[in-house]
């Protein structure tokens, strides 16, 4: 029986300290996961011993893990995961194959017998898919190539789970029926199958169907906590891990029309008992045996960091990834995951550890996963320290583009990074409207199939300068970046301005708080998700009310004007003008600032006759913060100013060497 008062006791301590731990990381920018492991340590039997109940608190976990997978499942789909079933099958499979080859390997050069550095093996290769996961939707990289590589090899190691379990008394020398080990795995197998189709095709949409006409929120709720540890129940019951069934459960939701309501209905009780997870783990934190052995210790933290972050990033570069996704998904997969206590508690009635090598084995597991968000977060620097190395360009891309994928006469064109739904849209129009374009996308899938249709898209990592050139970069005037990756995007637009500082950058990011250092790296354009929904949300709701277009325009116009002026600075005359020579041939819009001495000082516009003599024009002059459109005239120019001048490329060299001379001739 469970005593109430030690129960609520318990859960009161644990968020307490969770609240003043978050509240100190907050303002030291400690990841919150990383403040719910700390307040873990503190409470937990290591630390100040606050918890009596440490069952019920790994209860709760386990209750977080279900809705923690059932909601990123439920951001994906089975077309999705099909695409990535090269990475799940083959990725997963050199991962797991060749972490318990080398562990094994290096565990039996120490003096374990056989057994038990296979053993090692099987518990080394796991991942912590609720922590990687986790930290990636939290950073908005969920649907990024690392973030789905990731993903994919954790997949391959929980169905991987189920046979090592099975395989344990072999290692042994126990008896076991020949037939008995590929039965139950392809019984398993197909049993989940069979249900997951049932459920998919039949069941599940008629089933949600006839809630949804209820319009009873209790119903709907109720039902979808029903169909999400259900499915988990089933699945775990015949082997499979409670976390790949709760995914299982959100990809079958992701195929019904309502699972945008499902995804925000489970998202406080995901919040809620995800964060009991990262507690129980941080209660499991030994520090004595770390104070007590620290070389032994630390040694093997790094050890199976480096091994395991090597071994993923090749698996991950053999599928034909850039150098970069793959270090990023190496440092992902880096950490030991919470399946390897499971396998441990099965392993003990076979004795393949001893008493102090499993208290070793789960500190070291657990300093792991402490250690990932830190990791991760690091990912980007190290990915770009070790892409600055001199390796071969085909690593540093991936796959090499094919030779005469683009035509040699792109000049003016729009260069597409990202083929999600966004970089879709745009690629239809600009077919539509006969605008020459190029697309640059990571997965290798939709760049064969899409190709097969004569769509020009290669793949490549476009945060690569060679990717860039490939796609003619230096000659395009367009550039819109549509991918799923903040940093990969910040890259790509700091290197593309680098490359071409002519051209005009889009980038569409998820948050208002990337606007101002998008723009400080050389964006002209940053399109926010979160803004333009709600902007969306407006036009359609005064639409409802039969409000006029004219109004609809003008009142959408101002809200978007005034809220982007209070998260960025004040655009620049490339970013305000540029669109103007984006569709007309052999023009360019350029800034010329006037020099102190300038011979066009102190004059006005007609005497200076910019047109008849230069044969550009005027189309605005910034002065101090201000910037005046489409001067007269009669405007006077004085030293200072900045002339936002459109004409052709000589026209603009000559009128540049007038108004930028010191009045001495140099």
């Known amino acids: 029986m469970i005593e109430v008062d030690v129960f609520l006791f318990d859960i009161l301590i644990v968020i307490g300290l969770s609240i003043l731990v978050l509240f100190l990381g907050n303002k030291f920018r400690v990841p919150g996961i990383v403040g719910f492991i700390l307040a873990g340590m503190l409470a937990g039997p290591y630390g100040l011993g606050l918890i009596q109940d440490q069952e019920i608190i790994q209860f709760l976990a386990e209750i977080g893990v279900i809705f923690l997978l059932f909601s990123i499942g439920m951001q994906f789909s089975f077309r999705t995961l099909y695409h990535m079933k090269k990475i799940v099958l083959l990725g997963g499979a050199l991962q797991v194959g060749f972490t318990i080859l080398v562990t094994a390997g290096l565990a039996y050069m120490l003096g374990f017998p056989l057994p038990s550095a296979i053993f090692l093996g099987f518990l080394i290769c796991h991942t912590s898919t609720t922590i990687t996961l986790r930290v990636f939707q939290d950073r908005g990289e969920l649907d990024s190539p690392h973030s789905r590589t990731t993903l994919g090899i954790s997949l391959f190691q929980d169905l991987m789970s189920v046979p090592m379990i099975l395989l344990l008394p072999a290692l042994t020398g126990h008896d076991i029926q020949p037939g008995e080990f590929a039965i139950t795995v392809e019984v398993a197998l197909v049993a989940s199958l069979v249900l997951m189709l049932v459920l998919l095709f039949y069941l599940l949409p008629r089933l949600m169907d006839t809630i949804t006409r209820t319009r009873s929120q209790e119903l709907f709720l109720l039902t979808i906590l029903f169909v999400c540890l259900a499915i988990t129940w089933i699945t775990s019951s015949i082997g499979l891990s409670l976390a790949l069934g709760a ?140 892409c600055d190395l001199p390796l071969p360009q085909r690593i540093k891309a991936g796959s090499e583009p094919p030779p005469g994928t683009l035509p040699a006469t792109h000049r003016d064109h729009l260069v597409i990074v ?166 007309i041939p052999q023009v360019e819009v350029q800034t010329f600032q006037v020099a102190e001495r300038s011979p066009v000082a102190g004059h006005t516009l007609r005497e200076l006759k910019v047109r008849t003599e230069f044969g550009v024009s005027v189309i605005a002059i910034g002065r101090n913060e201000d910037t005046i459109p489409n001067p007269d005239g009669e405007f006077r120019v004085d030293a200072g100013d900045r002339l936002v001048v459109i004409g052709k490329p000589d026209q603009l060299a000559s009128f540049a060497a007038i108004v930028e001379m010191d009045g001495t001739g140099e």
């Not at 009635?349 to 001893?354: G, K, N, P, W």
């Not at 899938?445 to 097969?452: F, I, Q």
């Not at 990717?467 to 970046?481: F, K, S, T």
């Open 418 to 583: 990202g083929f999600g739904p966004n970089g879709r849209n745009l690629a239809r129009v600009a077919e539509m409207e006969g605008i020459p374009y190029i697309v640059i996308d990571m997965n290798p899938d939709t760049v064969a199939e899409e190709r097969k249709k004569g769509l020009p898209i290669f793949f490549g990592d476009a945060a690569n300068p060679s990717i860039l050139d490939h796609a003619g970069i230096e000659h395009a005037r367009v550039l819109a970046i549509v991918t799923n990756d903040p940093f990969s995007s910040r890259t790509i637009t700091a290197m593309a301005r680098e490359m071409n500082p002519g051209i005009h950058i889009l980038i569409r990011t998820r948050f208002l708080r990337d606007i101002d250092q998008l723009r400080e790296i050389g964006a002209d354009e940053v399109i926010v998700d979160e803004f333009e929904t709600s902007i969306e949300l407006i036009s359609r709701v005064m639409k409802k009310y039969l409000a006029p277009r004219v109004t609809i325009d003008r009142a959408t116009s101002r809200i978007r004007e005034d809220m982007y002026r209070v998260f960025r600075q004040p655009p620049s005359d490339r970013g305000i003008f540029s669109e103007i020579a984006l569709r």
């Open 247 to 386: 995914f299982l459960a959100g990809l079958l939701l992701a195929e019904t029309p309502y699972f945008h309501q499902a995804f925000a209905t489970i998202l406080p009780f995901r919040d809620i008992f995800t964060s009991f997870f990262f507690i129980s783990i941080g209660m499991l934190l030994n520090a004595h045996i770390l104070i007590t052995h620290p070389l032994i210790v630390l040694g093997l933290i790094a050890g199976a960091i480096i091994l395991k972050a090597v071994i993923a990033g090749l698996s991950s570069l053999s599928l034909g990834q850039s150098l970069r996704t793959s270090v990023l998904a190496g440092i992902a997969l880096a950490n030991i995951g919470e399946f390897s206590f499971v396998l441990i508690l099965a392993g003990m009635e076979f004795a393949f550890l001893s008493d102090f090598s499993t208290q070793v084995f789960l500190t070291v597991a657990v300093w792991t996963m402490a250690l990932s968000p830190f990791l991760i977060s690091a990912g980007p620097r190290i990915s770009g320290w070790i």
